[in-house]
């Protein structure tokens, strides 16, 4: 969405739920599109800061998923991922580990994903593991990170910074 993209998530979840109310009006709640529409609604609200919105929204646009048929689909795993990114931001590191593996299982079970989504997760769940104190655990996920990464971007570029200082802190445990 283009208001999304500059910065008007307010606007950017007014038109998300329009959506939704339309979609819901013309094909039903199960409709893959009121999923969809839902998780829209949910990235507005997570953007804008207000996290248990969105992670409401999202937690119902993935029971819809689930409901619907739907669970193999990316746009199902990116929900997924996005919800374990609310939970990471109000500081439940477990739940949003939990989260970040279900999206991971989920990309793996789909095998539409490339190593860019791959490694994307890979570096959420690092994350987490650092902030759990599980830091052996965390530089294996920065090693997978880095090892898709490279694969799909290059070594040199940007992204792969943080991802080198993994060996690093490797050597220095």
Known sequence: MLQHSLGDYRTAEQTARR???EVEAQWGPDHVYAAMSI???GYAQLSRGALDEGAAS??????R???AGN?????YADAVMNLGIAHYRKGAYR????????????????????????GRLHVNRAICLVELDRIPDALEALRNARGLLSTALGDEHPMLCLLYTSDAADDSL
């Open 65 to 67: 998923y689930a409901a």
């Open 19 to 21: 959506a939704w109310d």
């Open 58 to 63: 999202l937690q119902l646009a993935i029971r």
């Open 71 to 75: 669970a193999g689909r990316p746009e």
């Open 95 to 118: 739940k949003a580990l939990e989260l970040f593996e279900q999206a991971l299982a989920a990309r793996e079970e789909q095998g539409t994903s490339g190593p860019v989504d791959f």
């Open 39 to 41: 998780a829209n609604v």
